[in-house]
């Protein structure tokens, strides 16, 4: 299975996770106070969002905002340097 990218993996956490507690997307995006299309956007893994945008996200779930990189981290995701050389799929 191909690694998938920290925006990917991290719009799929979301997606899971709002699913999971019965929340449409238009009224998790509400809840978060994120335009429902780029709610859209950043479970496709298609936009990551900024630090404050994660932490309305957490807060809409009513987590710790290390809640989320801690399950990332569990599901092995890596973020790799600038400097790295890019990786072909």
Do not use: N
């Not at 996770?17 to 998790?28: A, C, K, L, V």
């Not at 809840?31 to 309305?56: D, F």
């Not at 809640?67 to 790799?80: C, K, M, P, Y």
């Amino acid at each position: 299975m191909p690694e998938l990218s920290l925006s990917e993996e991290f719009g799929r956490l979301v997606r899971e996770w709002r699913t999971q507690r019965g929340y449409s997307q238009e009224g998790f995006a509400y809840r978060c106070g994120i335009h429902r299309t780029y709610m859209t956007h950043i479970e496709l893994g298609s936009k990551m969002p900024s630090i404050h945008v994660v932490a309305r996200i957490a807060r809409g779930f009513e987590i710790e905002l290390s809640e989320l990189f801690r399950v990332l981290e569990e599901r092995g995701v890596t973020v790799a340097r600038v400097t790295d050389e890019p990786t072909v799929r």
